[in-house]
């Protein structure tokens, strides 16, 4: 399958999960933002160092650092992508615009509530970045990926007060996205609430209707 897909949703709205599923069951390609910006930071690289205290803070890592970067890994990708985390803001989705043809928009919608306590239970594996919560998608092993056995850790912007800043921060910088992509025709609005299979569903029905 060859399209670009954009998921949008607010952090918690189960995006990288969804993600993980999409890619591996349509065979796409995931460009993660927030996992490049981890590894960077986790490998210490000059990246990394600039991204660290706006990632810690709840804040978005300033364009230049992040824009760069999905269209260096947009270039390598050949067939579809699914990107996650990115636009995330107006000015990011049309600088996108200019170098990549976005097809599908879906926006996961969960209520706020549901989602600080979907964040604040999150653990994420530290080698390969999978997703587990801790009451409704808990590891097999306490503390251990189920899937390559890495350490899980809860991510330092996953806590109630840094989760709560997220939460503004998308709401300010993301919805007009929503506005941008819906006047252009490519947006497909998702309930997020359920099961993940239940969601996943929803996802793929809009991403059949659109092939
Ligand atoms: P995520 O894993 O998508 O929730 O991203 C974690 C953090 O990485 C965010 O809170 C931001 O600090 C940073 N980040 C990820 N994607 C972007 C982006 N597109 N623009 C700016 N900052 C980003």
Do not use: W
């Not at 999905?70 to 989705?93: C, N, T, Y």
């Not at 599908?104 to 080698?127: G, P, Q, S």
Request: glycine share 8%; net charge positive; with cysteine.
């Amino acid at each position: 399958m060859d399209l670009k897909i954009v998921l949008l949703g607010p952090p918690g709205s189960g995006k990288g999960t969804q993600t993980e599923r999409l890619c591996s069951e349509l065979k796409l390609t995931k460009i993660s933002t927030g996992d490049l910006l981890r590894e960077a930071v986790r490998n210490d690289t000059p990246l990394g160092a600039k991204a660290k205290g706006y990632m810690d803070a709840g804040r978005l890592v300033p364009n230049d650092l992040v824009v760069d970067l999905v269209r260096e890994k947009l270039k390598a990708v050949k067939g579809g992508v699914i990107l996650d985390g990115f636009p995330r803001s107006l000015e990011q989705a049309q600088l996108l615009d200019k170098f990549a043809k976005i097809d599908l928009v879906i926006d996961i919608n969960v209520n706020e509530e549901a989602l600080v306590k979907r964040l604040t239970m999150r653990r994420t594996c530290k080698d390969c970045a999978g997703v587990y919560h801790l009451e409704y998608n808990p590891p097999r092993e306490e503390d251990k990926c189920d899937r390559c056995h890495g350490p899980l850790y809860q991510r330092t912007d996953d806590t109630e007060k840094t989760v709560r800043e997220r939460l503004r921060v998308y709401k300010e910088s993301t919805l007009p996205l929503t506005k941008f992509y819906h006047e252009k025709g490519i947006l497909r609005k998702v309930d997020g609430e359920g099961d993940i299979s239940t969601v996943y569903q929803r996802i793929l029905k809009a991403i059949k209707a659109k092939k």
